[in-house]
C-alpha cells in the first residue's frame, strides 16, 4: 500500500483549523460593550459595578499598563436560537500562544457574585443550555491589563515592571464580544481529532496501531460535508469511535492527572494583582468541577486561599464546597510555594506550620505532601522538616531544568542531611502546565526512568499564573486518553491518591543522598541583595520577639503578642515566594517588599523593645542591661539571658606595616592590611598558623562581567569567571581610633564606591569586615574573596538545622555544575585540627574553589561570597544603590564555632536601660545543641515551646534546664501537636535529651499553675 500519511495528517491540520473548529460556534450576534476605566488601583467590585461607562467598540485599543477597565456587555438572545447552547465570547485582546503573562478579566453578573474568569484559552461564559430565546444578557469584566513583561524577544530590558515606570500606552486591543451558539458534537468532533491527530505521530511509523488511527482519520475527514460541518459531525465522529475505543495496553504507563493552575505569588506582576489572578483561576475551576464530575483540582499555597477567603469570599464560599467533596483539594501544607535554598530553620518549619495549620483550621485537611514544582533547588535539611510536619511525600519538576546532568530518577526517597528520608516525585512530564497534548502524554511515558519497576506519574495540568487553570478541553482529552490504546492511561487523582500508588508499587525506589541542586538560576542566591537581607533581618528579629516576648511573659505577666507574630511570621513566609526571595520579579515587586520588610522590622523591634524593657528592672538605675539573644553564651551574658554589661579586657594594638599598611594584633590574631587594603596575612597565634595562602591577599573585592544567555536575574553562567578585575586600588587606607583595632579602606571603581571596615575586636579571634558599597554598575558580579592556606577536598555550610558537605574540587560533571551555591550564616573549611570559618550577616551565595601551588606543594582553598549583581531583567535597576554586609573571618575555627559566630553575628545584642539580670527560660548544657525557638505555643495554653537541633551532625546527650517550674514536657511535631507521651524523666525543671546526627526537636513544656 502507498504511504500517504503526511498526506492525511497535513488534510486533517486544515480541515481542523479551516473547518471544523470555526464551527464549534456557527452563529454569533455582537454584543453592545461600554467601559470604564479605573483611574488608578483596582476598586471594589460595587465601584466598578456602578460606575459611569462610556461605550467602547469591538477594535478599540484600551488598558494602560496595570490598569483595571470594567467592560459592561449586553444583548439579547436571537429568539431563533431557542433550544440550542448559547454562550458569550469574550475577547479582551488576548495572545492564544501564551496563556497567562498577559490581560486578565473576572466576570461578574449585575449583581457582583463572580461567574468565571477570561482568560486567553478560555474566553467563554455559558448563558444557557438549552436557552429559550429573547433572554436579555448583561455581564461585567473586571479586565486588568497587565503588560507583557516576558514576550517573544525575552529579558530584553523594559520599563513596564512598575507603574511608576511603566507608562500609559493602551497595551490591548478588544477583539471580541459576541453571542454565540455552541455546537456540542461539533466540540466533540475536534477533541477526537486532535487526541488521535496528536496520538500518531508518537506511534511507533511501522506499527499497525497507527496505520489504523490513519485510517479511521481518513474516513472520518470523508465524512466531513466541508459546506455543513454541524450536519456532519455525528457521522465524521462514528468513524473514530472504534479507534478511540480501543484499549491501553496493559503495560502502558499511568499517568495520575492533577487539576492545576501554578500561580506564581508575585513575578512578573505585583502581590495586589495576584489575589486577582487567584480569584480568576479559581472561579474558572470552582465552575469546570461543577460541569465535570471526574475533574480533580489540586491548589498549593496556603496564602492564596487567604487571599481568596478576603477578598472574594463568593469564590471562597465556592472552594469550601468543592474543598468538601473531596476535589478541589489543598496541596503542598505550606504558606507559599517558598524558596527552600534560603529560608533559615525556623522560616522553613513556620512555612509547614503556618500552611498546614490554615487547611486545618478552614477545611479539616491535612495533606501529607509538600508540593514545589518551581522552586530552584532543594536544601538537604529539607526531608527532616516535611517530616517534622507530620507530611511523607514531596513532589517538584523543577531539576528537569538543571542544564548539564540529567537526574537519574523520577520517584525516589530522597535523603536529607539527618537521615530522614521523602518518598519523591518529579512528574516525567516536565512541565507543571500540562495541557493534555498527545506530545506530553506521550514524553511522561518514555521520560519516566523508573518503568519496569514503578509505572505511575503524575501530570500536573493546567494553564498557570492567569492562564486560568485545567480547561474543559483538556478535560475531553484526559477522559479519550483514559484507555486508549498506544497511549498512556490518564486519570484524574489527587496527589495523595498518587503518591499512595507509587509508594505502593516501589517501595524498593533508589535513594538520593544530599541537596538537589537545581544546575540553573544560581544567581538568585544574590540578587535583589536588599530582599535578601530583609529577609535575613526579619528571621533573627522573629526569633528574638519570641524569645523576649515569652520570657517577658512567663517572668512578669506581660501579654504575649500572639497575633501580631502570627501576622507578621505570614508577611516574612510570603515574600520567601520562589521570585520575591530569589530576586527575579519585576522592580515593583522589590520596591514593595523592601518598605515591607522596613516595617516588620519596626514592628518586631518594638515588640522587643517591650519585651526587654519589662524584664530590664530599674530603667532608672543609672545601670545598662546587655540582653544575648543568641544560643550561645557570649561577653559574660547566658545565652537567651541578660546580665549587667561585664568588663571588656584587653586591646588591639594598630601599628604600621613594614612596606606599607597596618598591623593589627589582639593575642589572640595578628593581622596584616597593606597599602592596597588587602589582607595579606592572618596568623592565628595560639595555633602558630598563617590563613592567607602565601603570596596572596584576602578581602579582595572581584568584579566579573555577568550577562548570562537568558534568565538575567537568575543566571549567572560558568564562563562569567573567565574575565576578573581584581579591585586592587585604594583611595584610602587609613587606621580608625578606637580600642578596637580597625582600619578604613575606600575604594572606586566603574561608577562605584566601597568603604570597609577591618576589625579586630579586642579579646577575640577573629576579623569583623564591614563592606558598604554604593553600586551603579550594570550586568557585573561582586565577590569578596579569601584565597585561603587550607587543604581541603570539601567544605561545610550551614543550611536548616544543620550543614552539608559539598566538594572543593570538579571532579565529576555534577561537582563542576555546583559553581555556586548556597550557604545560610556560614561556611567552614578545614583540615583536621585547624580550620576558617567565614560568616555573613546576609548574604548566601558563594564559590569555594581550590589550586596547588608549584612553589610548596600547599593547597590554596579560596573561599569567595557573593556580594551582588546586576541584571537588566525583569528589573532594569536591580540592586543600583546602597548595601551594607558584614562578614566575621574566624581563623581557626572549628564547626561548633562556626555554628556559635553565625548566632552572634545575626543576632547582635541589645543594650536596655535597667538593673536586672534575666535567667534564659531554657538552657542546654551542650555546645552542640541550638535553640531555634522559644515561645508560648500557638494555641495560647500558654505552654511553652523549645526547638532545637543538633547542630555538628554528631550524636549529643544534653540536659535542658527550664527558667521556670516546669509541669510536663512532651515531643511535639511542628505544629505543636504531642508526638507521643510526655517525657518521663523530668526533674528539678530539667529534662535529658538524647539527639541524632542533626535531629530537630520541638519540646512543649506545661508550666506548673502554682508558678503564675
Ligand atoms: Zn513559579
Known sequence: MHDDRALIEARLKRVLDERVRPAVYPAHVPLDVAVWHAPGEPVPVAEGLAAEHSPVRVGDRWGAPWGTSWFRVTGTVPPQWAGRTVEALLDLGFDENMPGFQCEGLVYRPDGSPVKGLNPRNQWVRIGSPVTGGERVELHVEAASNPVILDYHPFLPTELGDRDTAGDEPQYRLA???????DETVWHLVMDLEVLGELMPELPADGARRHTVLRAVARALDAIDLQDVNGTADAARA??????????????????????????????WPLRETVRKVARTTANMTALLEDEPDFVYAMSQAQQYAWIKEHRPEVYARVKKAVAEGRFVPAGGMWVESDTNMPGSEAMARQFVHGKRFFLDEFGVEN????????FGFAAGLPQIIKAAGAKWLLTQKISWSRTNVFPHHTFHWEGIDGTRIFTHFPPVDTYNCSMQGKEIAHAARNFKDKGVARHSLAPTGWGDGGGGTTREMVAKAARMRDLEGSARVEWETPAVFFAKAEAEYRH???????????????????QARTKQGNRRSEHLLYEAELWAATAAVRTGSRYPYEELDRLWKTVLLHQFHDILPGSSIAWVHREAEATYARVARELRGIVDAAQRALAGDAGSGGTVVFNAAPHARGGVPAAGAAPRPAVHGATTVSDRVGGGHVLDNGLLRVEVDARGLVVSAYDIAAGRE??????????????????????AWDVDAFYRDTVTDLTEAEAVEPVAGADGCVRVVRRFGSSRVEQRLTLPAGAGRLEIDTEVDWHETEKFLKLAFPLDVHADRYASETQFGHLYRPTHTNTSWDAARFEACNHRFLHVGEPGWGIALVTDSTYGHDVAR?????????????RASFLRAPRFPDPRTDQGTHRFRHTLVPGARVVDAVREGYRVNLPERVVPGDARVAPLVAVDDAAVVVTAVKLADDASGDVVVRLYESLGGRARARLRAGFEVGEVVRCDLLERPLGAPESAVADDEVPLLLRPFELVTLRLTRRRAAD
Not at 501529607?368 to 522552586?375: K, M, N, V
Open 239 to 268: 468513524c473514530l469511535r472504534e479507534v478511540l475505543s480501543s484499549p491501553a495496553e496493559p503495560t502502558a504507563h499511568r499517568i495520575s492527572a492533577v487539576g492545576h493552575a501554578h500561580i506564581d505569588s508575585a513575578w512578573l
Open 509 to 527: 525506589a533508589p535513594v538520593w543522598v544530599g541537596e538537589l541542586y537545581l544546575e540553573l538560576h544560581r544567581a538568585t542566591l544574590t540578587s
Open 851 to 863: 589550586t596547588v601551588r608549584e612553589e610548596d606543594r600547599g593547597t590554596t582553598t579560596t573561599v
Open 176 to 182: 471580541r464580544m459576541d453571542l454565540a451558539v455552541f
Open 368 to 375: 501529607e505532601e509538600a508540593w514545589l514544582p518551581d522552586t
Open 691 to 712: 590563613t592567607i595562602a602565601p603570596g596572596r591577599a584576602g578581602n579582595l573585592l572581584q568584579l566579573h562581567p555577568d550577562f548570562p544567555n537568558m534568565w538575567d
